[in-house]
């Protein structure tokens, strides 16, 4: 059964709908046309093609014959040999070609495949055909003999070449004659044909001509309705702030909205306009989907309004529009729906949109300002029980590192590897101050180091370095400033109210060195669920330069990392392989010679075990199975230290995204120092580091 408005629009669009239907019987008249034409054409050229065939096959049937009577002649049985073949390839051909043009057949064409050869249809053609048959029956008897196997007599031979003399210019007119003929038919058709596409083009450009007269018009009608509804909406709504619509359960805009609706969604409205693809573009997807099922939700008879009035995903939700110049920016807006009956059925909805960024922005600094306030007074709280020395060496080495850093970005190589080794170094920079920060516990650079790290690390692992990757590595040094600057003016403050400032005596560095790796290896194994014991032996630590102590710690930090992600077991796994629950690590500085000194770090843990190295190079792509195969439990030991290697399952702040170990042998190869690996599996892991003063 037909619906009413199915109907409508039947009756309003009926013209529009003739008009399209002619054009679809003209279109597929012609069409019809073109391809059996296309075929008839095609058939043509087949026909054409081999009748001119017959004149060249009249004319090698003749040279045939006399090239054969010159073979016996000279008695050459070889070329006699070869001259019969070619004479019955071609009376063959020549033969069944005829008999294609009498009655169709499937024949050989002129590029050795077989064609389909349709009989002659014009009365013209069948004449000259039966003509030609007149002359090629008795033609073909006295041919016969010759093309067969076997002897044949020299009376046969002079007969034949006697007949093909005596007919030869009648039996090749007749073919130039068919050939004619042919085209003159194929002419035709393709006349017919250019009538037809005339004929129907006309008329589809006056169809198209009436569809364009009767579009316009009922265009101009739409629009003079448009209009009235527009006056009538500016008469009632103009006086209206909010955005306000009527929508129907089709999800359409109704024809009466307020003049501020556009304003408000910053976006063109009019009337019959859907609603869902509008609130699709604004909002987030996940709110895009609960607003939908709420919509439809409210349109159920079922549903009671006061019931659903709460689960209104729409209350000051963000959207994003874009300013006259097309920056995008976030607004905050408030949808609010309420039902409009007809006959104790829901009609429609009244939505009302109200701009809530003011307000809502307004909250929001406040709530920062009261965050502001409560990370202050955190960091200074933690800050409180941290050496002010050690925080002021902290800031000291920052601020060189994003000195460094500045300095690698203003190199003038551009080029892919120069990019890749630009990366590195930053990866291994930052990861420097990221582990002196988790040190003295100042989660405010340790976390935002953490944060530069991952996007370094995806960076590094692109298969393209792009500038805007380099802009935006000058976006997240910003942001570290910016926290490096609150940081020292944290300081500052710590430093005026505990009396101290930056000119007091140096601490001892024995006692700042081990505490901030102790506070490290202590909240590393409490995040790793480890148990750990730590122990230093560094006294000679004050015979050293504090600029050396300073990379020594740098160096310690990420050792100490390492030992208790790799090397330390889980209380668990310890049990299991007999040994202590609680793991041991331990550090030295001893000088061991004259200005000579080496500094150690060992832990009891698992070791580190070529195997499981060559089989995780191999898993994570850095190295092919036949080239891991192929190195010693050495080299592959040696690749540790090379940027992007882990063999963490998982990346976390601590851990997985192989850059601990590259600073390393990079402040290794800075203090021209030497490193020996000692390892044993399930048993310990030392790193000896020897240097000169």
């Not at 290697?645 to 590259?662: E, F, I, K, N, Y």
């Amino acid at each position: 059964m037909i619906s009413v408005t199915t109907k409508q629009l039947v009756r309003k669009y009926r013209k529009i709908i003739i008009a399209v239907g002619l054009f679809l019987v003209f279109d597929f008249i012609v069409m019809g046309t073109n391809i059996y034409s296309s075929f008839k054409i095609s058939e043509s050229a087949v026909s054409i093609n081999l009748s001119g065939r017959q004149r060249m096959l009249s004319q090698r049937t003749t040279k045939a014959l006399l090239l054969l009577q010159d073979d016996v002649r000279r008695g050459d049985d070889e070329d006699v040999i070869r001259t019969q073949k070619e004479l019955k390839l071609v009376v063959g051909l020549f033969d069944s070609t005829l008999k294609g043009f009498s009655d169709g057949a499937i024949v050989t064409g002129g590029d050795g495949h077989p064609v389909e050869l349709v009989k002659v249809n014009t009365d013209v053609s069948r004449r000259i055909v039966q003509e030609a048959y007149v002359i090629w029956t008795p033609y073909i008897k006295k041919l016969q003999p010759l093309i067969r196997e076997g002897q044949f007599s020299q009376a046969q031979l002079d007969a034949a070449a006697a007949y093909a003399r005596a007919n030869n210019l009648e039996l090749l007119r007749l073919m130039n004659d068919l050939t004619t003929d042919l085209e003159k038919s194929a002419n035709d058709r393709a006349f017919w044909l250019r009538i037809v596409q005339f004929a129907g083009l006309l008329l589809a450009l006056v169809n198209f001509g009436y569809t364009v007269v009767v579009s316009i018009r009922d265009l101009v009608t739409s629009d003079q309705e448009v209009a009235k509804a527009r006056k009538e909406t500016d008469e009632i709504l103009a006086t209206v702030r909010e955005g306000l619509f009527l929508l129907n359960p089709q999800y359409r805009i109704g024809s009466q909205y307020s003049e501020s609706l556009s304003e408000v969604l910053q976006r063109e409205v009019h009337p019959d306009m859907e609603f869902l693809p509008v609130l699709k573009n604004m909002v987030p997807e996940k709110v895009y989907g609960a607003a939908s099922d709420y919509i439809e939700l409210l349109f159920g008879e079922r549903v009671k309004e006061a019931l659903v009035a709460s689960l209104n995903p729409l209350n000051e939700v963000p959207v994003t529009t874009a300013d006259p110049n097309g920056n995008s920016k976030t607004r905050y807006l408030n949808f609010h729906f309420n039902r409009v009956t007809t006959e104790e059925r829901i009609s429609h909805l009244l939505v009302t949109v109200q701009d809530m960024t003011e307000q809502v922005l307004l909250a929001q600094q406040l709530e920062q300002a009261k965050g502001q306030a409560r990370v202050e007074v955190d960091v200074l709280l933690r800050l409180l029980n941290t050496d002010p020395e050690a925080l002021r060496n902290l800031m000291d080495s920052a601020n060189r590192a994003l000195e460094q850093i500045n300095t690698r970005l203003r190199s003038e190589d551009d080029s892919q590897s120069g990019r890749r080794l630009t990366v590195n170094f930053i990866m291994r920079t930052l990861h420097g101050v990221k582990g002196e920060a988790a040190a003295l516990g100042v989660e405010m650079l340790e976390t935002y180091a953490h944060v530069c790290e991952k996007e370094l690390v995806a960076m590094r692992d692109s298969e393209e370095i792009t500038g805007e990757n380099l802009v935006r590595i000058t976006v997240l040094l910003e942001g570290f400033y910016e926290r490096l600057s609150s940081l020292t003016d944290i300081v500052s403050r710590l430093t005026s109210f505990s009396g101290r400032n930056a000119d007091a005596e140096e601490e001892d560095r024995v006692r700042i060195f081990t505490g901030a790796l102790s506070t490290l290896a202590e909240r590393i194994a409490g995040d790793q669920h480890k148990k750990i014991s730590f122990s230093a032996d560094v006294d000679d630590l004050r015979k050293l330069p504090l600029r050396v102590v300073h990379e020594l710690q740098a160096i310690a930090i990420q050792l100490v990392r390492n030992a208790l992600t790799h090397g330390i077991e889980s209380s668990e796994e310890r049990h299991t392989l007999g040994k202590e629950e609680t793991g041991a690590l331990h550090i030295s500085c001893k000088e061991i010679g004259d200005y000579r000194f080496e500094f150690m770090l060992r832990d009891d843990g698992r070791g580190i075990s070529p195997a499981r190295l060559r089989e995780t190079l191999v898993n994570s792509g850095h190295l092919k199975r036949e080239e891991a195969n192929a190195m010693s439990d050495t080299e592959i030991a040696r690749k540790l230290f090379e940027p992007g290697v882990s063999t963490a399952s998982d990346a976390d702040r601590d851990a997985g995204h192989g850059v601990g170990l590259d600073v390393v042998h990079a402040k290794i190869r800075a203090m021209h120092g030497q490193l020996l690996v000692k390892s044993r599996t399930n048993l310990f892991t030392e790193f000896h580091l020897q240097f000169e003063l």
